[in-house]
């Protein structure tokens, strides 16, 4: 291998574990720099395997639409070269963030188209991921059962072949399928079936934790005791609950403004849950005040409410009010913005139809380009 071509690998590498221990900003960084030198060596397989690694560093920064480009050009690319695998992998990729942006129907063809591609192929890790992708798709879109069964195999493949971090990731979807069954039973008013759902998301996270510890996957990690503690604190469990939120912030290596909301609004929540009611303020005044100096408004949406909720626990109904009029307004917004998103999106997905039908008139580098840009 060349000095160029071992410096591109090593960058993509740097990439890849930044993005393990959830550094997801940085990993994108990485991942960009590795674009830019494949582009000018016109390494295309590079280039794909980039645009492909950002597209799953932007789902994991809550980049959605910037993830989908890159997601479709990677897809271009690796059909281009004829690798299917890979072809899988973009397309597993690229319905983890249609779900996001609110397309569940067609992220579930697409993870089914993706499924079918991998079934297809000679790669384990690939039919694994796919399993899991189209598992998680079905979870979103009401149908958790199926996504269990989905989400198992993977997990059995992932154990075949010893990888631990895949282990992980998929033992963290899979505890979301059984709380999501735990909401549907609780929605109909089956106490029983919901505690029993809950305590094998619990059992499952914890699992998921276990094998993230021992991989050094941090990402999963916070991901999943924030899970548990939820559940947790479900149950009554509060001290454990409490426990698990401590693990997190003990997790926290360098962290980014997500991680650090995401925190504050989780831990209000139990505390919540506890009858600390004033801790509970504190902590949620805190994720608000977060929240608002991002301008990200899920995360907004999200403190603000809580913040609500928990004033209107304590009893001071003129500032729970001020919080759920400010909850609404930005819950408009949202909706606004959402219209507008879905808007770009369909116009995106219409453009990536009419590139696929001309791939061969592009050059590799407009077909990354265009998506770098977006």
């Not at 060349?2 to 574990?17: H, L, P, V, Y």
């Not at 299917?84 to 690229?94: K, N, S, T």
């Not at 009858?275 to 949620?284: I, K, N, T, V, Y």
Request: charged letters at 25%; glycine letters at 8%.
């Amino acid at each position: 291998m060349s000095d160029a071509g071992a410096a591109i690998a090593d960058e993509f590498m740097r990439g890849t574990q930044l993005l393990r221990v959830g550094r997801c900003d940085e990993a994108l960084l990485a991942f960009r720099v590795v674009y830019a030198h494949a582009q000018r060596d016109g390494r295309t397989d590079m280039m794909a395997a980039a645009l492909c690694e950002i597209g799953w560093s932007c789902y994991r920064c809550g980049q959605a639409e910037q993830g989908l480009e890159c997601a479709m050009g990677a897809r271009l690319l690796w059909a281009r070269l004829g690798n299917q695998v890979e072809v899988a992998r973009a397309m597993a990729v690229q319905s983890f963030l249609l779900l996001d942006l609110g397309f569940a129907d067609q992220a579930n063809d697409l993870a089914g188209e993706a499924l079918d591609l991998a079934q297809g192929e000679d790669d384990m890790a690939m039919l694994a991921f796919a399993l899991n992708a189209r598992g998680v798709v079905l979870t979103r879109s009401g149908q958790a059962e199926r996504g269990q069964e989905l989400i198992e195999r993977a997990i059995g493949i992932a154990h075949q072949h010893n990888n631990i971090g895949a282990v992980a990731y998929y033992l963290l979807k899979l505890g979301v399928c059984h709380t999501v069954l735990a909401e549907q039973a609780s929605a109909v008013g089956d106490t029983e079936r919901a505690t029993s759902e809950r305590e094998t998301a619990i059992e499952l996270n914890a699992g998921a934790i276990a094998m993230a510890q021992r991989c050094g996957d941090l990402w999963t990690l916070r991901v999943t005791l924030c899970n548990n503690a939820q559940m947790l604190a479900l149950q009554g469990r509060h001290n454990a609950a409490l426990s698990a939120l401590e693990q997190y912030a003990g997790s926290l290596d360098e962290p980014g403004i997500a991680p650090r909301i995401q925190f504050r609004i989780a831990l209000g929540d139990v505390l919540l849950r506890a009858g600390r009611l004033d801790d509970a303020c504190a902590m949620a005044i805190q994720a608000v005040a977060l929240a608002d100096a991002t301008s990200l408004l899920d995360y907004q949406l999200t403190a603000v409410g809580k913040l609500a909720e928990i004033l209107e626990a304590q009893g001071d109904a003129p500032a729970a009010l001020v919080q759920f009029k400010r909850f609404h307004s930005l819950y408009v917004r949202k909706a606004g913005e959402t219209a507008q998103r879905r808007a770009r999106v369909e116009a995106m997905r219409a453009e990536d139809d009419s590139a696929r039908s001309r791939a061969d008139d592009q050059t590799d580098q407009a077909i990354g380009e265009r998506r770098l840009r977006a």
